[in-house]
């Protein structure tokens, strides 16, 4: 069974643009959720959507902002591109909804704001 | 401010040594997660321990949740170089869906 894939694997912005990165979760998963990880904050839970409905939401600015399609793939958006915004996005899938369930992660998104 | 501390952040080790890497937490989970990551990858989940008390083995690996639910250890014995990467313990807290708070993880070094 194939596992978490994320796209892109690389992305170079400048600040004040915008960027989406796309997230497929394991075939037959339907919660994604998604985590920013920095050398200094570690891993930090941004929100988590489940039949195209978010879930549950860290304290992330409305600047990060999220959705997920009828085939559960999910997408994220992050607007107005700060130079902190660099960071390993990752994306992972988990089986239902509702509290438990072991999360898979994808390899992440690397993305650099100059 | 972490939910659950992690010691030690960094541990280089000599192969065939053992290890224990401890996490806790004044908070009670309802299942605890243990990862590996290798730089520029995703994490890779290696155990869930959902039971007080429980004990679950992964070949040389040990991993126990204590009996409260508020920490847990992970123990490799004999360690080899392909254990080096960073050991990440996240749990979750009870009606949280699907967040996982994160440790801030413990490098593992070891040397041939």
């Known amino acids: 069974k194939a596992g978490v894939t994320q796209t892109p694997r690389y992305l170079i912005k400048t600040r004040g643009q915008q960027v989406t990165l796309s997230c497929s979760p394991i075939s037959g998963h339907r919660s994604v959720s998604w985590y920013q990880q920095t050398p200094g904050q570690g891993l930090q839970f941004l929100f988590e959507y489940f039949s195209e409905t978010q879930r549950n939401k860290g304290n992330f600015p409305g600047r990060f902002s999220g959705r997920q399609f009828s085939n559960s793939r999910s997408e994220m958006n992050v607007s107005t591109l700060e130079l902190g915004d660099s960071a390993l996005y990752l994306c992972a899938s988990r089986l239902g909804q509702g509290a438990g369930g072991e999360q898979f992660f994808g390899p992440g998104t690397r993305l650099t704001v100059l | 401010t972490q939910l659950l501390e992690q010691s030690p952040q960094f541990l280089s080790i000599q192969e065939g040594e053992n290890l224990t890497v401890y996490c806790n937490s004044s908070?009670?989970?309802?299942?605890l997660q243990w990862y590996r990551q290798e730089p520029g990858e995703g994490p890779v989940l290696l155990v869930t321990?959902?039971?007080?008390?429980e004990v679950k083995k992964l070949k040389r690996l040990t991993f126990q949740f204590g009996d409260a639910r508020k920490d847990s250890s992970l123990h490799i014995t004999a360690a080899q170089p392909g254990d080096t990467g960073l050991y990440l313990c996240?749990?979750?807290?009870?009606?949280?869906?699907?967040?996982?708070?994160f440790g801030a993880g413990t490098q593992v070094v070891v040397t041939p």
């Open positions: 996240a749990g979750l807290l009870t009606d949280s869906w699907g967040k996982l708070q």
């Open positions: 321990v959902v039971t007080g008390g």
């Open positions: 908070s009670v989970f309802s299942s």
